[in-house]
């Protein structure tokens, strides 16, 4: 299960631009791309886009809202390293800087081997191929474990979250 970290802190106000992807064969989307604007490398850009493209409708140029820094996403095992941190591992939870911290010392002192995993393969039941050989254990799929240095891996990319979160005057942080 995936999840994400962020903070008390107002997402960054505003958009920013970048040349669309539907319009990457013009060279006015390599001059955007190195950080150059004018009038002429906009118009380009909306002469080549595709008029129906959903990113852009048609301008040539796509606009973001401005992504919040302070945000870090675990994709897999987020509940493991919940868990190791001695976490709410719930799909929704906050602590506050101090308890993070605290919880960094505690992930790092933890005897952690129950929260590890191998990589597993998952085999369906014995079938026959389209050629007509019959396969006894059709692979179904693939799950990713968790290894002692993956978690090791993620305690460390929060503890940089937490670091840069309370330097930039967060209070709160949330996951989800
Ligand atoms: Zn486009």
Same mark, same amino acid.
């Given at each position: +299960?995936?999840?994400? $970290?962020? @903070?008390?802190?107002?997402?960054?106000?505003? @958009?920013?631009?970048?040349?669309?992807?539907?319009?990457? +064969?013009?060279?006015?989307?390599?001059?955007? +791309? /190195?950080?150059?604007?004018?009038?002429?490398?906009?118009?380009?850009?909306?002469?080549?886009?595709?008029?129906?493209?959903?990113?852009?409708?048609? #301008?040539?140029?796509?606009?973001?809202?401005?992504?919040?820094? =302070?945000?870090?996403?675990?994709? *897999?095992?987020? $509940?493991?390293?919940?868990?190791?941190?001695?976490?709410?591992?719930?799909?929704?939870?906050?602590?506050?800087?101090?308890?993070?911290?605290?919880?960094?010392? /505690?992930?790092?002192?933890?005897?952690?081997? =129950?929260? *590890?995993?191998?990589?597993?393969?998952?085999?369906?039941?014995?079938?026959?191929?389209?050629?007509?050989?019959?396969?006894?254990?059709?692979?179904?799929? =693939?799950? #990713?474990?968790?290894?002692?240095?993956?978690?090791?891996? /993620?305690?460390?990319?929060?503890?940089?979250?937490?670091?840069?979160?309370?330097?930039?005057?967060?209070?709160?942080?949330?996951? $989800?």
């Amino acid at each position: +299960m995936g999840i994400t $970290f962020s @903070t008390d802190l107002a997402a960054p106000e505003g @958009t920013t631009e970048s040349p669309c992807l539907c319009a990457q +064969m013009t060279a006015a989307f390599l001059s955007m +791309m /190195r950080g150059e604007d004018s009038d002429e490398i906009r118009a380009e850009l909306a002469r080549e886009a595709r008029p129906d493209c959903p990113q852009c409708e048609g #301008k040539g140029v796509e606009r973001e809202p401005v992504r919040s820094p =302070h945000r870090l996403d675990m994709n *897999l095992h987020g $509940f493991n390293v919940l868990r190791a941190l001695g976490l709410a591992a719930e799909p929704y939870g906050q602590c506050t800087i101090a308890e993070a911290r605290r919880a960094l010392l /505690r992930a790092r002192n933890q005897d952690v081997r =129950h929260l *590890l995993s191998e990589d597993e393969v998952h085999y369906g039941a014995a079938c026959e191929r389209e050629d007509g050989a019959i396969e006894l254990r059709p692979v179904r799929g =693939h799950s #990713k474990g968790l290894s002692r240095d993956d978690l090791a891996r /993620r305690v460390s990319a929060f503890e940089a979250f937490v670091r840069q979160a309370a330097d930039a005057g967060a209070q709160v942080i949330h996951w $989800f």
